[in-house]
């Protein structure tokens, strides 16, 4: 009667692995289950090893044993239903609807944040497909809300962003949690990452090795031999800021997943922070960056040795770098503008560097890239360039 | 308590420790299924005490392995005291037989609790200073339940599988492998009413003023922003401990907002600063 749980526990994303499933049934046939309660803590230790699944766990198992329904999502969370919806619809973009809404006029002079609304309530009204037209989503037509159509001011919502400059995006990829596990079949990655584990300070080979000694001096037949060891030197720390928003870091998420799932557990300390394109006042320590911004000015109270290494593509309209207010997120405002930000992380950090999963060959032909270059060492996310970065790092100067 | 009811054994709860029913459920079900339990948690959240509490409450024998970063796995599991060897073969005045290496065997932690006699518990403190490695050995060494001494080539094999309990802090995540084996636990930060049952049994004769007004404020600067340490149970105690002890100190002080003691609850210099700040702003 339980294979359905194991199966609804997998398909949530829980990583159940048969073998632990197998130690449940020991301890129901043992006996040591007698009671639904029982079972829910004997279930969880024995088939959960993160904290980060007990939600989805309490949810699953409210559904599969009390009978309850598994949560609608709600407010934020909703956002993420939305994109999911829209992303199938709006998969196949038709040519513009000829179609003029009604309420046209009055949505051009909507703010943003009004826009959101508007999105937000058209998407709990929608019921099915619906191309062209002025009120639903749909492609085409000319509500502001929808991809492809022409909106003065308006937002963007899924679809291909066609110079990687929108105006506003709308839907985040909140869901793409990095500190879950990621498929770890790109061999080649894998080995690049390996070049990480250079990643450990070396100090000088002072320091006698007294046990070493005596073991060797007696395997010499009491001739004294000396055996000297490297002094041991503490672990790096290491900060990583990571750019998972929107869809022109997309082909590279799988890759940057890998490398973050190697990074964990490599050094001292590993701080992981989020942002989307460019930093500004804050980055957020939760992926879906939303409910745990850092205050950037804060990192001048981390040590300075520490290693800090953006991961992004650092393609971003120019003036999201440049503005005071650039930030693309309407929520986000911000006091400096996104370059003197990255000013201040790479003076507050003597080793920084930035990963791009662009070649650099593509370097040359994106501005921001250029720019960013000026501020930060950027090396490409290679097997060669990680090497390069390692060593960059690593360097006294 | 003897050894013969040890399997059926339950854990209730010790003297010191406040034992919430859910983690008692794990514990028991771990014992029962002779699997390690990995408990994760936030400093303080009393990982280690468990394993000390179950001591207590069972009546078994607790070995501890402080886990170190520079800590290989043999040393976990014996030694080989050579520098003794190299006396005796020189001086000759120990009963020891110098042409007998096992004499000069000394087991480690994870080799005492193998050999003991009785069932023990065995406490893995803080697995997670060492590298990766090392973990996956030594669950191997864990699973299998026997190891071999190289110097003399034989096999040592546990007389009686002891308790395995494993903390981390949550610092890293340990891998697929290693956490497959265990058992698993999330010790969450006590709730105020939690912490108040656990300092009840730690003060028994504590005035409810004190107890109140000092949760209060200590919840109030768990909050405080950008601390790098947040105090834990541990601090609380013998911030409590300070208090009492101090003559002039009156409880109606905590509740107008005046906190002694700082350096108790806030042990980093940046985060003393930033409470003494925050706490002359604070009222409770």
Not at chain 1, 15 to 21: C, L, N
């Amino acid at each position: 009667m339980f294979t359905t749980f194991f199966y609804l526990l997998r398909q949530v994303g829980i990583p159940v692995s048969p073998t632990s499933f197998l130690r449940l049934q020991r301890a129901l046939s043992m006996g040591l289950i007698t009671s639904i309660d029982d079972f829910y803590t004997a279930a969880r230790s024995i088939l959960v090893k993160s904290e980060r699944y007990f939600d989805l766990y309490d949810q699953v198992f409210a559904h599969r044993f009390e009978g309850a329904e598994l949560k609608e999502p709600e407010e934020f969370e909703l956002s993420q239903v939305a994109h999911a919806m829209l992303e199938e619809w709006l998969k196949d973009p038709k040519a513009m609807a000829d179609a003029l809404g009604i309420d046209e006029e009055s949505l051009n002079r909507l703010s943003p944040e009004e826009l959101l609304q508007y999105f937000l309530d058209r998407l709990k009204e929608q019921t099915e497909e619906h191309h062209g037209g002025s009120k639903w989503i749909g492609t085409g037509g000319t509500s502001p809300v929808g991809h492809s159509g022409y909106h003065p001011g308006g937002m963007r919502v899924g679809g291909v962003s066609r110079n990687k400059s929108a105006v506003k995006v709308a839907m985040d990829r909140r869901y793409r949690d990095y500190s879950q596990e990621g498929p770890l079949t790109q061999a080649q990655i894998g080995e690049a990452l390996k070049r990480l584990r250079n990643m450990v300070p070396t100090g000088p080979k002072d320091l006698v090795n007294i046990d070493e000694t005596i073991y060797q001096t007696m395997k010499n037949a009491g001739e004294i031999e000396i055996v000297f060891e490297r002094s041991l030197k503490d672990r790096l720390k290491v900060i990583l800021a990571i750019d998972n928003g929107g869809w022109s870091m997309d082909p590279y998420i799988e890759m940057v997943q890998t490398l973050f799932n190697y990074a964990r557990s490599q050094f001292k300390e590993l701080k992981t922070f989020f942002f989307h394109n460019t930093i500004y006042d804050n980055i957020w320590e939760d992926p879906p960056r939303f409910k745990k911004p850092y205050p950037v000015s804060e990192l001048a109270r981390r040590d300075p040795e520490t290693r800090f290494i953006i991961v992004g593509d650092a393609s971003m309209a120019p003036y999201e770098l440049m503005a005071t207010d650039g930030s693309i997120h309407i929520e986000e405002r911000s006091t400096l503008p996104s370059y003197e930000r990255l000013r201040f992380i790479a003076d507050t950090f003597r080793h920084s560097a930035w990963l791009n999963p662009k070649m650099s060959s593509e370097w040359p032909y994106t501005r921001t890239i250029t720019m960013i270059r000026e501020i930060f060492p950027m090396f490409e996310l290679t097997i060669d360039g990680l090497e390069k970065m390692v060593a960059h790092l690593m360097s006294d100067n | 308590m003897t050894q013969e009811n040890n399997t059926n054994m339950k854990f209730t709860g010790a003297s010191k420790y406040v034992l919430d029913e859910e983690l008692a459920k794990i514990v028991n079900i771990t014992m029962a299924l002779e699997m390690p339990l990995l408990l994760k948690g936030e400093p303080g959240t009393g990982k280690t005490m468990l394993a000390h509490a179950i001591s207590e409450a069972l009546g078994m024998k607790l070995i501890v392995l402080n886990v170190k970063s520079s800590m290989k796995l043999v040393d976990a599991l014996y030694q080989y005291d050579t520098l003794t060897r190299l006396n005796d073969s020189r001086f000759g005045d120990s009963k020891r037989d110098v042409s007998n290496i096992e004499e000069y065997i000394k087991m480690g932690k994870i080799g005492q609790s193998f050999v003991s006699e009785e069932r023990v518990i065995l406490l893995i403190d803080e697995i997670d200073k060492a590298d990766t490695d090392f973990q996956d050995d030594m669950l191997d060494v864990l699973d299998q339940m026997e190891f071999d001494i190289i110097e003399i080539d034989k096999t040592v094999r546990a007389k009686k599988r002891p308790v395995i309990i494993i903390t981390s802090n949550a610092k890293k995540d340990l891998s697929d492998p290693f956490l497959g084996r265990c058992n698993f636990h999330h010790i969450a930060f006590p709730e105020p009413d939690m912490m108040r049952e656990i300092l009840k049994v730690h003060f028994p004769h504590i005035s409810k003023d004190l107890l109140d007004s000092s949760i209060r404020a200590f919840y109030k600067m768990r909050e405080f922003r950008s601390i790098e340490k947040k105090p834990a149970t541990r601090e609380l105690i013998n911030w409590i401990r300070a208090l009492q002890a101090d003559p002039d100190f009156n409880v109606k002080q905590l509740i107008k907002g005046d906190l002694p003691y700082l350096g108790v609850l806030f042990k980093k210099s940046p985060d003393y600063a930033i409470a003494r700040n925050a706490a002359a702003r604070m009222r409770i």
